[in-house]
């Protein structure tokens, strides 16, 4: 019989049967017309003819289990027999079932996150090849770390050329856009500027049209040319292939679109969905000869037969002889201590990675480790069962089951519940990941991650799947399965023991996982709390913040006629505190440099921020000496007044009073002075973590920057009204941004809070795994124990006795799963110490914190299970034996 | 199954000898011609050929077709195969050894 027709037999058993029964009925009728033709009646011959053939009903069953491919059949039995078996437990079987289908789910979108984050190559063609240009600094903010300027790409270009394919593509950033169809209404679009030569180095076709090329990048503002990613033509274009011609306005400059690129490829930047790709050529003039300007990821495919290791060699004396070079102009603000590094960009390069690949890998760790409690706990659940089906085994081996049968059963039973945990988990992960993306996400940096189930996703399910029923399935199958007939008879505590320290075991390992869980969520936590209670030198609450922009280039004299209008309106509004304007809010991620000669003609480095009179105050930051800016303070008078901070009076005065002193700077190639009129206390920008940095404020001149309104109102409300003002001031202002400066503070935070917030979830969650386990491991051995229980207790034993007899060796497992949790815990512990803020992963307060938690929680767990072993009521069980 | 006196154990090789005499029949023929032979082999049940059948068609020592008998009845017919006639000439050798040994043996005790 071919295989294919065993399959057919096993999936439509009645066809067999017939054909069994067919062959039967043909014996024993022609027997009894053998028989009738010796002369018996048709009646007596068939019966006669029938009990010579013997019992049709076993011989056709025997007959059937030759046919059939036995193991298949015997699969589909035991997966019924499970089935059931689940279901007689139901409320066990659906506890266990979430149990690991939160921890599988927990793994699957961990899973899609790093694989769509980290593992996942770029769609483009021999990614294996790309590199990009990294700078290893001693600046602990890594954020613009790998942003260069576009003079450095142009010498890159020309000194590493042969070696390596050299191309560019900006930071992406939000742009106000309008689309062919829009009315003029504006919308944000993710660009990217790239440079002419980037989507042909890349491999990237386009889907239709063309993508942009060398000759679109020639000539500074002459290109008005663009290309959308397929995603964005799909989504807001309507796949329509006649946009192409159609124009598009990105920042009040018409673009015409003159392709789509193929789909699939969205960026470079795994995390970042590009909308529009604009030429490098478009991107503001000023900068194309600014050489500290940085604002461009510089890319490279290596020729070949380069290797990394050669070619960033020559890059590096490259970037040497650029940082030395004095005819590329730099007014000296070159990065101290920088040193330039090639790295793969096989899978992209991408800022959300760089911020997101080790919180993204601890807490991996920890659902991995939350997995391997949830598979210790259904290991005693199975343990716990099996025990109590002893009997059925030891029966089924004496009718001669196999030790291969009896171990098929019990694991197809862990695969029943597994297949139901894993259909669970898919549904969770589903859930899960768009949680945590949306989590990752702010208003200024949408992140966006290609995490659709795919094969990957679901081949990492399926070996999750196999991985777990064979870790929590093996150990109890193969107790179940040594069940050899003799138990039958002999049925007391005999077998039991071996049972009990497997569980122990368990028991031993999930305290470990958990403690390991704990002792990171706690350090995670506590680094974060520690974060919130940061003292940023200035009170980010109630402060909206509306970014205001104006179409015209505006003289300063009427610039700064606007900027007081605007306040004065702003301030009165009603419920408004104070108002003030700055070149952009606390936090927002941009910063200026300031190079400036002290009175005794030292260099001094400082950042440098526009701002309004009442800034100071607005933003709650206490002036320490001299005063706030005034109306009357004007950026165009020499000396300019200015503010400095406490960072920089310490940095460079030493103590020395600093107001009415003169710094100097050059500006336009001219001597410019300083006068400091004001000295206000240090507050953080960019970074809670950071330290705080010397600050110069200079009066600002152009309306377009960040209106700060400290006010109780909603932001909404005050949006809306500031909308109204500002055609009153003048016709070109527009509002393009609200947002609030806590949210501005929490986005430099996502990562902690991501870390805190999952962490603490899962380190619960394994807590109350653990204690599940620790439950159930002690109320077995109470009620295996009843008889011998009643019977010291009949004897007189106190209760402390009872309690160290059934909980010894439980306490003694738990014990050992500490002391291995907290070396494990120690030991992780270094992975996330980089992550930490003013913590320290190694000390009393880190060790006591998960020790107690546990210890409270295992209280909590043995608490009902040894209360009911005293209060066994001795006559009660013995009765029952 | 579990019965193994030596007779009902030689069933298999019996009824491979006859469909390589007389060619394909069906399993009421076998059994008519076991019984000219030997009235013990199928003593207790006649139907006990059936699963003996069925395990040499598994093991593709015999194929099985259906087929319409004079009286117009549907009988599944066995017919023996080249690996089926290999197997017989094997067993039918280690049938004999295994009785020319057992003699031996009962003769020197």
């Known amino acids: 019989m071919s295989r294919w027709s065993r399959f057919v037999n096993v999936l439509r058993p009645g066809r067999l049967q017939d054909e069994l029964d067919d062959e039967q009925r043909f014996h024993i009728e022609a027997r009894a017309d053998e028989l009738e033709a010796e002369g018996l009646s048709r009646a007596d011959a068939l019966a006669r003819a029938s009990r010579q053939f013997g019992n049709r009903l076993i011989l056709r069953e025997t007959s059937r289990d030759v046919k059939l491919l036995p193991w298949l059949e015997s699969i589909w039995r035991d997966l019924r027999l499970g089935a059931r078996m689940l279901r007689k437990d139901a409320g066990v079987s659906a506890a266990a079932a979430i149990s690991l289908a939160l921890a599988i789910g927990a793994c699957v979108a961990a899973f899609s996150l790093i694989d769509a984050l980290i593992l996942r190559e770029l769609p483009v063609r021999d990614p294996a090849r790309l590199v990009y240009l990294s700078r290893a600094s001693n600046n602990r903010d890594l954020r613009f770390s790998a942003l260069y300027s576009y003079p450095l790409l142009n010498w890159m270009r020309q000194h590493v050329s042969p070696h390596m394919e050299v191309f560019s593509m900006s930071h992406q950033s939000l742009r106000q856009a ?97 909308d529009v790709w604009l030429p490098n050529m478009m991107f503001n003039r000023e900068s194309l000869e600014a050489p500290n300007w940085n604002w461009l990821q510089v890319w490279g495919r290596l020729a070949s037969g380069e290797t990394l290791q050669t070619v960033q060699a020559i890059a590096q004396t490259a970037f040497a002889n650029f940082e030395d070079d004095e005819s590329v102009g730099k007014d000296g603000a070159r990065a101290a201590g920088s040193r330039l590094e090639l790295r793969s960009a096989a899978s992209g390069y991408s800022q959300v990675r760089q911020e997101f690949q080790r919180p993204l890998l601890t807490l991996a760790a920890i659902v991995g480790l939350v997995l391997l409690i949830a598979c210790s706990n259904v290991a005693n659940l199975l343990l716990a069962r099996g025990a109590a089906r002893t009997r059925e085994m030891a029966l089924r081996a004496s009718i001669g089951a196999g030790r291969g049968r009896l171990l098929q059963q019990v694991l197809i039973e862990s695969a029943v519940l597994t297949l139901t945990a894993t259909a669970l988990a898919l549904v969770i992960s589903r859930t899960a990941v768009p949680f945590i993306v949306r989590m990752l996400t702010t208003n200024e940096n949408p992140v966006y991650l290609d995490t659709r189930i795919d094969w990957r996703v679901l081949g990492f399910v399926s070996l999750v799947g196999c991985f ?43 305290v470990a996982f958990s403690l390991m869980i704990l002792f990171v969520a706690a350090l995670l936590m506590r680094s974060f709390d520690r974060l919130m209670a940061v003292d940023l030198g200035f009170r980010p609450e109630h402060v909206t913040l509306l970014t205001v922009e104006t179409r015209d280039r505006l003289e300063p004299e009427k610039g700064r006629e606007m900027v007081r209008q605007l306040l004065d309106r702003m301030e009165s509004l009603p419920a408004v505190e104070s108002a003030s304007l700055s070149g952009w809010a606390l936090f927002r991620g941009y910063s200026n440099g300031n190079n400036v000669a002290l009175p005794d003609g030292r260099r001094a480095q400082t950042f440098r921020l526009d701002v309004s009179p009442q800034f100071f105050r607005t933003m709650r930051i206490a002036v320490l000496d001299g005063r706030e800016f005034e109306a009357t303070d004007s950026n165009a008078t020499n000396p300019m007044p200015v503010i400095v901070n406490d960072m920089f009076v310490r940095t460079y005065f030493h103590g020395e009073r600093a107001v009415g002193q003169r710094l100097t700077t050059t500006r336009g190639g001219q001597a410019f002075a300083y006068q400091i009129v004001g000295v206000v206390a240090g507050a953080h920008d960019g970074s809670v973590r950071g330290e705080m940095n010397p600050f110069l404020f200079t009066p600002i001149s152009d309306p377009a920057g960040t209106i700060q309104i ?52 899962f380190a619960a969650l394994g807590l109350v795994l653990a204690a599940v386990g620790l439950y159930g491991v002690l109320s077995y051995a109470v009620i295996r124990r009843t008889r011998e229980i009643g019977i010291r207790l009949a004897l007189g034993a106190q209760a402390g006795a009872v309690v160290r007899a059934v909980a010894g060796r439980v306490v003694l497992a738990v014990m050992v799963g500490g002391v291995l949790g907290l070396a494990g815990g120690l030991y992780f512990a270094r992975f996330v110490e980089t992550l930490l803020f003013e913590i320290q992963a190694v000390s009393l307060l880190s060790i006591a914190l998960p020790l107690f938690s546990l210890l409270i929680v295992a209280a909590v767990a043995t608490w009902a299970p040894l209360r009911r072993a005293i209060r066994v009521d001795p006559a009660e069980a013995l009765r029952n034996e | 199954m579990a019965r193994s006196d030596a007779l009902q154990g030689s069933l298999p090789m019996l009824i491979l ?93």
């Open chain 1, 178 to 274: 309008i689309l062919p169809d829009a009315g003029g209404v504006e919308e944000k679009l993710l660009t990217q500027f790239v440079s002419g030569n980037a989507f042909d180095v890349l491999g990237v076709m386009p889907a239709i049209g063309r993508m942009l090329q060398p000759s679109d990048d020639v000539t500074p503002g002459a290109h008005q040319v663009a290309v959308v990613s397929h995603a964005f033509w799909a989504r807001r274009l309507g796949a329509d292939p006649n946009v192409l011609g159609a124009w598009i306005q990105v920042e009040q400059r018409p673009y015409q679109i003159v392709g789509v690129a193929e789909p699939g490829f969205s960026g470079a930047q795994p995390g970042v969905l590009t």
């Open chain 1, 468 to 510: 777990t029923t064979v870790l929590f399935g093996i150990v109890p199958a193969l107790r179940a399965s040594a069940a050899g007939p003799g138990e039958v008879v002999a049925l007391g505590d005999r077998g039991h023991t071996a049972k009990a320290g497997v569980a122990r075991s368990l028991v031993a390992a999930q």
């Open chain 1, 710 to 761: 400290r006010s109780p109102v909603d932001p909404k409300t005050l949006a809306d009204r500031v909308r109204q003002e500002l055609p009153r001031i003048h016709p070109s202002l527009r509002l393009v941004d609200v947002t609030l400066q806590t949210s501005l503070v929490g986005n430099t935070l996502l990562r902690e809070r991501l870390l805190a917030v999952l962490s603490g979830f």
């Open chain 2, 17 to 109: 000898k006859i469909l390589a005499r007389r060619g394909a029949m069906h399993g009421y023929a076998i059994t008519t011609q076991i019984e000219t032979f030997s009235s013990e082999v199928l003593r207790v049940e006649e139907g006990s050929l059936y699963p003996a059948l069925h395990r040499l068609e598994e093991s593709r020592l015999v194929k099985a077709r259906w087929a319409v008998t004079t009286k117009n009845r549907r009988a599944r017919v066995y017919e023996i195969t080249a690996a089926g006639r290999r197997h017989l000439e094997a067993e039918e050798k280690r049938w004999r050894k295994v009785t020319l040994a057992v003699g031996q043996l009962l003769q020197r005790i």
